[in-house]
């Protein structure tokens, strides 16, 4: 009988280690930044502008402007939770080859950005993003669309529930950082000790914009369920498209069913903002 209680005991304090461990290891396991930033948007023969956002608690977040020659949309575009900016210049000559600004920001340390990251500094740094567009660069709301990539999906839905974009696109993003930690953790409280909320869901519920949800069924960070979930929470319109690869090359991976997602998406949303300017017109009149 001792012996068992003895077994007992170790399986504990073994579970217990490993459950602590995991709860003070949270912030290593979502932020993943790289403080050195080896390249540049003139490395994929793109201009751009380098820019230092000033955040409403005060630090110089990094970001770049990066034009298209007579675009009339503008992509804020929110990053993964490795490396920084530089190593998102594929999406970045992607987004110009369809004919689209981008503005592309470092949270909170990362790259060349000040402060530690955090749930809330990240939401900021988002926030400092859209008012340099709107103010700075006097870009309307309306030709604004906020994109979001893995973690970036759920700081980009959070962005778009305090303001009125164009449109959101969520690529590879999770419902909540909970729900994710319980997939990679399911014999663990993890709901129970979650230090990051990261709720896309609940971001959703506020959005009434128009929606693309891109997913891959070969993630292998990101489960693909949780694509559909999200789709599923989502307001009208919204669409949803399959696409290729793994985690973090879908989006070459997937050549030109991914720009075509982009394209299509792209006329489905100035169809939406036609006929919704000429319901307006005819309220009006």
Request: overall charge neutral.
């Amino acid at each position: 009988m001792l012996a068992w209680w003895s077994i007992l005991l170790i399986i504990f304090i073994a579970y217990s280690i490993l459950a602590w461990s995991v709860y003070f290891m949270q912030s290593s396991f979502i932020y993943r930044p790289v403080r050195n930033v080896p390249y540049t948007p003139t490395d994929m023969d793109l201009i751009y502008e380098k820019v230092a956002l000033k955040t409403a608690d005060g630090l110089k977040i990094a970001a770049w402007f990066i034009p298209c020659e007579k675009a009339k949309m503008t992509v804020l575009f929110c990053h993964g939770n490795g490396g920084n900016m530089a190593h998102r210049l594929d999406t970045i000559n992607i987004l110009n080859e369809l004919g689209l600004n981008c503005l592309i920001f470092d949270y909170r340390g990362y790259g060349d950005s000040q402060g530690k990251t955090t749930e809330n500094g990240t939401y900021l740094d988002a926030q400092a993003a859209w008012k340099w567009l709107t103010h700075k660069k006097g870009i309307k709301a309306e030709q604004i669309i906020i994109f979001g990539r893995s973690l970036g999906g759920s700081v980009a839905a959070n962005l778009a529930a305090r303001t009125i974009p164009a449109g959101l696109i969520l690529e590879s993003a999770f419902t909540s950082f909970p729900a994710i930690g319980a997939k990679y953790y399911p014999y663990l409280p993890v709901k129970l000790f979650a230090a990051f909320s990261y709720n896309t869901v609940e971001s959703l519920k506020k959005i009434n914009c128009p929606l693309l949800v891109m997913h891959s069924k070969r993630d292998e960070i990101v489960p693909y369920e949780f694509g559909p979930q999200i789709y599923e929470a989502a307001n009208e319109p919204k669409e949803f498209v399959e696409i290729l690869g793994c985690h973090n090359d879908g989006f070459l991976f997937s050549g030109q069913t991914y720009r075509n997602a982009w394209a299509n998406w792209l006329e489905s949303i100035h169809e939406y903002n036609y006929e919704s300017d000429n319901q307006i017109q005819r309220q009006i009149s």
